[in-house]
């Protein structure tokens, strides 16, 4: 049995945070996985940034609840699913993901957590564990299961390096220079087609 493990955000979904930046015109929010690689500094930075600007949790839902997935994500991923077992691996956060699931048809999500206060400040951040998505990855492959695992940045790296098969999709430039190994996809059906077929590797 083969799973395949994706990322979300720039795989699935637009970057959230890129669309809390458009909307509220905070620059420094801009910054994703693809530019910092170690995501506590990351999420450290991201939290000052909306303590500074006075952005609760109500501003970034709103935002989120008007978006919806790529064009073509939702059929790339029902092509996955009728074929293998599929399970998101994400650095978000379920209380940004549900509305994006839904439009999905509620697929296995791993990601972490938000400390929100009552007032909707939000406080802080609790990951599952540390690089997740490697782990997980690496205990699929501890049951015996053939690990397929594709991702746009940084953090989807390890995820892609402990996997059986192994692809970037619309990646920047930089995370493919550093990584220049495995293959790259834009396309959501040649992806689908390298995923399900491709014989794993050692």
Same mark, same amino acid.
């Given at each position: 049995?083969?799973?395949?493990?994706?990322?979300?955000?720039?795989?699935?979904?637009?970057?959230?945070?890129?669309?809390?930046?458009?909307?509220?015109?905070?620059?420094?929010?801009?910054?994703?996985?693809?530019?910092?690689?170690?995501?506590?500094?990351?999420?450290? =930075?991201?939290?000052?940034?909306?303590?500074? =600007?006075?952005?609760?949790?109500?501003?970034?839902?709103?935002?989120?609840?008007?978006?919806?997935?790529?064009?073509?994500?939702?059929? *790339?991923?029902?092509?996955?699913?009728?074929?293998?077992?599929?399970?998101?691996?994400?650095?978000? *956060?379920?209380? *940004?993901?549900?509305?994006?699931?839904?439009?999905?048809?509620?697929?296995?999500?791993?990601?972490?957590?938000?400390?929100?206060?009552?007032?909707?400040?939000?406080?802080?951040?609790?990951?599952?564990?540390?690089?997740?998505?490697?782990?997980?990855?690496?205990?699929?492959?501890?049951?015996?299961?053939?690990?397929?695992?594709?991702?746009?940045?940084?953090?989807?790296?390890?995820?892609?390096?402990?996997?059986?098969?192994?692809?970037?999709?619309?990646?920047?430039?930089?995370?493919?220079?550093?990584?220049?190994?495995?293959? =790259?996809?834009?396309?959501?059906?040649?992806?689908?087609?390298?995923?399900?077929?491709?014989?794993?590797?050692?």
């Amino acid at each position: 049995m083969r799973v395949i493990c994706l990322d979300m955000e720039g795989v699935l979904v637009p970057e959230i945070w890129l669309s809390v930046a458009a909307k509220t015109g905070i620059e420094e929010l801009k910054l994703t996985t693809r530019d910092i690689k170690d995501y506590d500094e990351l999420m450290r =930075h991201r939290l000052k940034v909306l303590d500074e =600007h006075g952005i609760k949790m109500d501003v970034i839902q709103s935002v989120i609840a008007d978006m919806g997935p790529m064009d073509g994500a939702k059929e *790339f991923l029902d092509e996955l699913r009728s074929q293998a077992q599929v399970i998101i691996l994400s650095d978000t *956060f379920y209380g *940004f993901a549900k509305p994006l699931m839904e439009q999905l048809d509620w697929p296995t999500l791993f990601c972490h957590y938000l400390d929100v206060a009552d007032d909707g400040h939000i406080s802080g951040y609790r990951l599952r564990t540390t690089d997740h998505k490697t782990k997980s990855v690496k205990a699929l492959k501890e049951l015996n299961f053939v690990t397929a695992a594709m991702g746009d940045s940084y953090n989807d790296t390890g995820m892609i390096q402990a996997a059986h098969v192994s692809a970037f999709f619309r990646s920047p430039q930089n995370v493919l220079d550093d990584f220049p190994a495995y293959p =790259h996809f834009t396309d959501y059906a040649k992806a689908a087609q390298y995923l399900l077929n491709t014989e794993p590797n050692s």
